[in-house]
């Protein structure tokens, strides 16, 4: 089924909500209850623990009036929450001079290795291609020798002029040097949610 922007959708505003401190149990919760006591919805959450540290993210889309709000009561929970608290409403984004409207994905799989953002990022921006969304993930594959292998989603804005099967190309040998495969090749994709 193809994604159809309603009315609805147009009516919200995207912020973004980070808490880092110490670690605490509910701490997502308490972040996630702050959005639902002011009407908003959380697109994406990431919670992570680093050291003594954790770090709470959380994409969120509310009515503008609920954005402002949230942003005037940042410091209740910051307060509550004894983190650092950060609240940082969006603006509509915009296709810049130069790019297609539409977003485009890729997704790939490979065994983990020293540098291996640092060179798809290098070869995403040879070709001109703006980095809209990208996460990646590491894990531990079971088995008698650790292997660990990496998941990468990037959501992108290609220039106009754009040469397709050149970037497939060049995308498909950096993979397979890392001996992974292309999971999803580069396609129109209907938003970031695509990859959350």
Not at 37 to 66: C, L, Q, R, Y
Not at 78 to 89: D, I, N, T, W
Not at 109 to 125: F, N, Q, R
Request: hydrophobic share 45%; glycine share 8%; proline share 7%.
């Amino acid at each position: 089924m193809p994604f159809v922007e309603t009315e609805n959708a147009r009516a919200v505003q995207h912020a973004a909500l980070w808490l880092i401190g110490p670690d605490m149990p509910g701490l997502l919760n308490m972040g996630a209850s702050f959005v639902a006591e002011h009407n908003g919805n959380i697109d994406k959450d990431i919670a992570d623990k680093f050291g003594e540290k954790a770090v709470v993210f959380m994409s969120i889309t509310a009515k503008p009036e609920d954005i402002a709000q949230m942003d005037r009561d940042k410091d209740k929970l910051k307060e509550a929450s004894r983190c650092g608290v950060v609240f940082q409403p969006m603006m509509d984004p915009i296709v810049p001079d130069g790019f297609q409207e539409d977003l485009f994905g890729f997704e790939f799989i490979t065994e983990d290795a020293m540098g291996l953002i640092a060179e798809v990022t290098k070869l995403v921006a040879s070709f001109g291609i703006m980095t809209v969304g990208h996460t990646g993930e590491r894990r531990a594959l079971p088995g008698p020798v650790p292997r660990f292998q990496g998941g990468q989603k990037f959501v992108v804005r290609l220039p106009i002029d754009f040469d397709h099967v050149h970037f497939a190309r060049e995308l498909t040998m950096l993979v397979k040097k890392h001996n992974g495969n292309v999971v999803t090749p580069l396609r129109t994709v209907p938003g970031l949610l695509w990859w959350w």
